[in-house]
């Protein structure tokens, strides 16, 4: 794993210095712009073949000229693109093909140096000396003919850090080869299957990383599917619920509407009031009625009462002898017989009463009558309710329109499926031929490492034995504690040999050429891929400059995709193609980035899966409503509301009857018979004094006043109280006899009430009525829908195909190719890995030629010396 995180981390920081901008990369060579509508974004389409613009595209990148960048320079700037955004991406040029001018260059010169070597030891080898340790070349006998201070010192110490240098080289280049190994194996490991138990990591393996593609890609779609078809079947009973709900509102305001034109309630308002002030008033004659009775019984008490007192004192006066010869006995005896009731009892009479109340209740009886066929009305209108509501719920029929949904989800899961099944027979095929081709790649990947295993072998011997030698003779060491201490082997011979020079430079030289071409293709070609393809589908950035190319060709397919599931009858679903797809499987639907669930058609761009305009515009709907109008006409016509309304001449009638019984009810004979000033006891106490007075003479015999005169006390307290009775009832009389009159005024005004309601209750006007406010209802039943069904439908859309799992798909099939960890990203590194290896190899002989080439002039240095002394 540590070597993986190193490969991962220098490729990343690689990358990161080969992208300066983002141009658009591939998106350049791989579309072409097909035609630019005005005022809308550009079409695009994908090119058929590798035409000569796609190769001027490398060449002129190769080359280090501008770019053509007609995609990016199609782009709004917003997105970094227009011209502004080509200038940018001229100005500051990506540095892909800097890897492959580097790569070039580097081998060009360790080609340089083999030919160095190969000249300096086959050209200069023609003259050569023999010694007593064998052969020099020129160039050797040169170096030991030169004569410059400190000579002995400088050719050690060079000696000393070509040895080292040697060495360091040996240590990196045997490095390297385990890395390139262990590289390969990543890159073997990557293309076999490697099971694994599920994580929430990216898998590592091709195979593996198809198989999460395709399982996440299937429990998306077959939970998306099978939750949506739930979740939309309960969303659309709710809005039919809601729908159903808002119409009986509407139905019982439009009743009340109605109700409110027809001033029934109106009419209801004012009879009833009418009704309650005649009985108030009636209650009131009923009252005087009472009050006229008791006053006509307390007369004829009084009568009674005055004729008792009469015969009372006639027998008391017969009694008396001498009355005849008393003046004073029959003055008063004559004026009793003249006593008698100030007030007929004719006069006070109950019949004018009588007929009056009598009439009252005649007109509240009829006018009662008449308010009970308008409640009646009221309740039959309201009544209606129910049926209306049926009439319009089965005419507007929604459930049956919103029905025409299902084949949609049906499509879609026909649809997905074909798609899942073409995408695991994809990766079966890829599973069952990847296989193949692996031992081939393994086989290539371990002659290669064998080709450096076996050059690695021959460096090693030839180090091996150059460091033998040094350490042996100490040929780094002071010339003092130097040991010469016999000559050439033929192991020196064949190291330091003109002929192994040669034969390894000749060797090297091709295998150069061939590595370096390899190589360099292989660098430039993987890092364009990553840094000019793989960065447009994973970084957020550069994703919307994919998007905005992959919105034009979703658009331009998108009839052909969708097909009939959104068609004919569910033309109210909404077809409009998808956008920023990539945008959304990267960002939007990372459920890292997003604190709540998000749906993968609200992340395209749907705000609401269906159309409410154009549902409540459908002909179904639009004809279910005028239908519902038909219905509800014909509904309000049947009630004949002008029919069971009282009629004109009912109502006249009431008024008449009404009139006739005020016009004859009169009150002026009671009035005046109730006149308290009739009722004057003062002359009866006058005569109550004298009888007294009388009673008292001694000269009367044989009589009694007493009784007679008890009497007469009697019926001057009747007197008394019926004066202060007569009185009340006079009041009451002339009060009645004022207001008598103001019952007509609210009896007038429920008249004209139920005359308006009569008149407005005509067929025509009624007709015209309940078609002004059934568009009303119209009206505010499709205003409703567009809210609430566009609210719901919103909610709904947005948790609609719930899309980590697409995210989650989306990051398998990239990670795996594109990823930090991707087949790209493994590539590349081992192909930074095998230049680095060949680099190195060639670093390391040559250092071991030029190490070998100073051991003999150190060789010969001290042996020459060790000779003198």
Aim: hydrophobic fraction near 45%.
């Amino acid at each position: 794993m540590g070597l993986q995180f190193s490969l991962i981390a220098t490729v990343a920081a690689v990358m990161t210095w080969v992208i300066q901008t983002e141009n658009g990369g591939l998106l350049n060579v791989l579309f072409r712009i097909v035609a630019t509508p005005l005022g809308q974004d550009p079409q695009f389409s994908l090119i058929s073949k590798l035409d000569e613009p796609v190769v001027g595209y490398f060449k002129n990148m190769l080359l280090f000229k501008p770019v053509p960048l007609p995609i990016l320079q199609a782009m709004p700037e917003s997105l970094g693109g227009g011209q502004a955004g080509v200038d940018n991406a001229h100005a500051n040029p990506n540095r892909g093909p800097n890897i492959f001018w580097i790569t070039v260059a580097t081998f060009l010169l360790a080609i340089v140096l083999i030919v160095l070597i190969q000249v300096i030891n086959c050209c200069c080898c023609c003259y050569k000396k023999k010694g007593h340790h064998g052969s020099m070349n020129a160039l050797q006998m040169a170096a030991l003919r030169s004569d410059f201070r400190n000579k002995q010192l400088i050719f050690r110490i060079v000696y000393t850090v070509l040895l080292i240098l040697a060495l360091v080289f040996l240590a990196v280049s045997i490095i390297l080869l385990i890395v390139y190994f262990s590289s390969a194996g990543l890159v073997v490991s990557y293309l076999e299957t490697n099971p694994q138990p599920p994580t929430n990591h990216t898998p590592i393996s091709l195979p593996d990383g198809l198989r999460a593609t395709i399982s996440h890609a299937s429990s998306f779609v077959s939970n998306g599917i099978a939750n949506g078809r739930t979740l939309t079947k309960r969303v659309l009973n709710e809005f039919i619920q809601q729908t159903q709900g808002k119409i009986y509102a509407e139905v019982l305001d439009t009743i009340e509407m109605l109700l409110g034109y027809l001033g029934v309630r109106t009419a209801m308002e004012k009879g009833e009031k009418t009704v309650e002030a005649l009985k108030t008033f009636s209650s009131h004659v009923n009252n005087i009625y009472g009050d006229i009775a008791s006053l006509h019984n307390a007369t004829v008490s009084l009568d009674k009462e005055l004729t008792d007192v009469r015969v009372s004192y006639a027998k008391a006066f017969g009694n008396v002898s001498n009355c005849n010869a008393w003046e004073e006995c029959q003055k008063l005896n004559a004026t009793v017989a003249q006593v008698k009731s100030p007030v007929s009892l004719n006069e006070v009479n109950t019949t004018v009463i009588k007929t009056f109340g009598e009439g009252l209740i005649r007109t509240i009886e009829n006018l009662s009558r008449s308010l009970e066929e308008v409640r009646e009305t009221i309740t039959n209108l309201q009544n209606s309710t129910k049926e209306i509501l049926e009439s319009l719920t089965t005419q507007l029929n929604l459930a049956q329109i919103l029905d025409q949904i299902e084949p949609f989800w049906n499509d879609a899961q026909s649809r997905s499926d074909k798609l899942l099944t073409e995408l695991n027979d994809t990766i079966r095929s890829v599973e069952t031929q990847v296989p193949e081709y692996v031992k081939y790649i393994r086989i290539g990947f371990y002659v290669v490492g064998g080709v450096f295993t076996v050059m690695m072998a021959i460096a090693t011997l030839i180090a091996t034995r150059l460091v033998y030698r040094a350490v042996r003779d100490r040929l780094f060491a002071d010339p003092n504690t130097v040991s010469i201490g016999s000559t050439n082997s033929k192991w020196d011979n064949v190291v330091c040999g003109k002929s192994s020079v040669c034969c390894c430079s000749v060797l090297f030289i091709p295998m150069l050429l061939m590595f370096a071409a390899i190589i360099a293709v292989l660098l430039f070609a993987l890092t364009t891929i990553s840094s000019e393809g793989c960065m447009y589908v994973v970084r957020e950035s550069a994703v919307n400059k994919s998007d905005f190319v992959v919105n034009s060709l979703v658009a331009e397919q998108w009839k052909s995709l969708i097909g009939d599931a959104v068609g004919g009858a569910a033309d109210f679903l909404n077809t409009s193609p998808p956008k920023n797809i990539l945008l959304a499987l990267t960002r939007t639907c990372n459920r890292e980035s997003s604190e709540h669930v998000v749906g993968l058609l609200s992340a395209v761009g749907y705000r609401s899966l269906i159309n409410v305009s154009k549902l409540v515009n459908r002909p179904e709907v639009i004809q279910g409503i005028e239908q519902g109008k038909e219905a509800v006409l014909k509904q309000i016509g049947s009630l004949n509301i002008s029919e069971n309304l009282p009629s004109e001449a009912e109502i006249e009638e009431i008024r008449k009857s009404l009139n006739e019984t005020i016009t004859s009810f009169t009150l002026t004979e009671l009035i005046n018979v109730t006149n308290p000033d009739y009722m004057n006891s003062s002359s009866l106490e006058i005569l109550l004094k004298k009888m007294e007075q009388f009673a008292a003479f001694s000269n009367i015999t044989n009589a009694t006043m007493e009784k007679p005169n008890a009497a007469l006390s009697r019926a001057i307290e009747t007197m008394v109280g019926i004066k202060s009775q007569m009185a009340n009832t006079r009041n009451s009389l002339q009060t009645l006899d004022a207001q008598k009159l103001n019952i007509l005024d609210p009896l007038n005004e429920a008249i004209t009430a139920f005359k308006l309601s009569r008149n407005a209750a005509e067929s025509a006007k009624l007709a015209k009525e309940v078609g002004v406010q059934y568009d009303r209802l119209a009206k505010n039943l499709v205003d409703y829908m567009k809210v609430d069904g566009g609210r719901r439908f919103e909610g709904l859309t947005a948790s609609l195909f719930p899309c980590a799992e697409a995210h989650a798909a989306y990051s398998a099939a990239i990670g795996v190719t594109c990823g930090e960890a991707g087949g790209v990203s493994l590539l590349l590194g081992l192909s930074y890995v095998l230049a680095l290896n060949v680099l190195f190899l060639t670093f390391l002989y040559f250092a071991l030629f030029n190490l070998a080439f100073f051991q003999a002039l150190q060789v010969h240095m001290l042996s020459g010396i060790s000779g003198e002394e």
